[in-house]
């Protein structure tokens, strides 16, 4: 018996409070506490903050020494006023810009700026300004607590920031972003680089957050050991180099110890997908492959990859020999697909294999349990859904999973009881008990055939031993940090899902 490729549990999680991630009412509700238990008062905190902010300004534009700081009302305002009083302080030419200069300033926020006007600083209407003359705007109008779409004035200095070409730098999360859901409240600051405070939140780290907020820099103001005492992750963040190293293979070991896995799909005319995700699974360490496909679309599979075995008839002989799936890639929604489909549900329930379903497996599922109001997947499934596939799962659109990335992944794993990929940028890893997003991965990924590739690597993980959330954590991320090396070697632009394959083989293989 050889041993299984990780030690990884089902239910891993980090422990460091830079692994983890908050929504922004954990945050507010508990730095307070965490600040008390650490010495510091909250005006402190905000002074620890303006610090931490202008410590990575001058790490990111060491080139700036004419600085606008845009500031609205809020407690985000005090830590702009903190960071232009040590800009000042420190030589720089500074402007100071405010969306409301006539409306006072209330508690920690009102002394901040009270220290500023006392270092002999001046607050300016935003409006009498010519941005085109700073090396580096400074985002501090709106904070975490924005509920609803961004007002009108505020929204209108959005648009300015936005139209200038100008390196933008905010402060804790991009004035007008959604920090629980990562969607724009009406308007959004587009920041090429954005230093988020206390605690990473959910909605900068997936989806259309990451667009917004650019670099993301993370500084916990040396409050991390308290606060991470006093509230649970709402999710955790997941690399390649972060997870186990992969065990290396026994020296006895043969093709018999590492899974038979069958893929299934290719329909007339489509069998890029399949032998994408078929080459992939070898790819991965999978030793015995079989791609079972429409017969017209044998020969295109098997060009050049010998290696993989073809079947297109007498599906039940197949099933039988396989000890896992991957269902899907190219699979179509004609009569052949339908038909292959549920035989392979029905074989599933009976003999519990662990299996992957993607791309057209997850439409034919989606119809399925609609006209069975539900339909559970095999214990040992992972599904990889994209956002559109999503939707049809939970019957809603596209924009609604969009608007709340976590929770469309923990719905469709606690619906369909299976561990859930919910694939796109910063992409969603659930099960029915915690959820995970990879840090890995680039925009070069965006480019036909890359989930098919990702179906396979999960696929061939699975038909190796491990469990259905171990695969789908060490799937994503491998899939991603090859990619990443891609892209650090060739560019983003003009990456293929095949060119994954040799980056792919040497992160398998252990050092």
Known sequence: MQKTLTTLTDNWTPSSLSQKVFLAQQV????????????????????????????????VYPYAHNILVLVGTGNNAGDGYVVATLAKSFGWHVTLGALNPAKPLTGDAFTAQQSWLAD???????????????DVIVDGILGTGLKGTVRDDAAALIKTVNGIDLPVLSIDVPSGLDADTGAPLGVCVYADCTVTLVAKKLGMLTGQGKTYCGKLIFDDLDIAQAFNTLTQPCAFLVNYAQLPALRKRQSNAHKGHFGRLLTVGANADMPG???????????????????????????SISMGRPELMLASEQLSTHLNWSSCLAIGPGLGTDDWATGTFSQLMSHLESNKLPCVIDADGLNLLAD????????????????????????????CTVPEIEQDRLKAAQSLAKRYNTTCVLKGAGSIICNTEHSWICTDGNPGMATAGMGDTLTGIIAALLAQGMHATQAALYGVCLHASAADKVAQQYGQRGMLASDLFEPLRVLVNPT
């Open 28 to 59: 507010r509700q508990h730095e307070e506490a965490a600040a008390q238990t650490c010495g510091y008062s909250m005006y402190m905190l905000m002074h620890r903050a303006g610090q931490g902010v202008f410590r990575h300004l001058k790490a």
């Open 368 to 395: 399925s349990s609609r006209h069975a109001n539900t339909l559970l997947c095999p214990k040992r499934s992972v599904i990889t859904p994209h956002p559109g596939e999503a939707a049809r799962l939970l019957n």
């Open 120 to 134: 002999g600083g001046e607050i300016r209407p935003w409006q009498e300004l010519d941005f085109q003359h700073f």
């Open 273 to 299: 997908s399949l032998r994408l995700t078929s080459e992939a699974a070898l790819r991965t360490g999978a030793a015995l492959v079989r791609a079972y496909c429409h017969t017209d679309s044998r020969l």
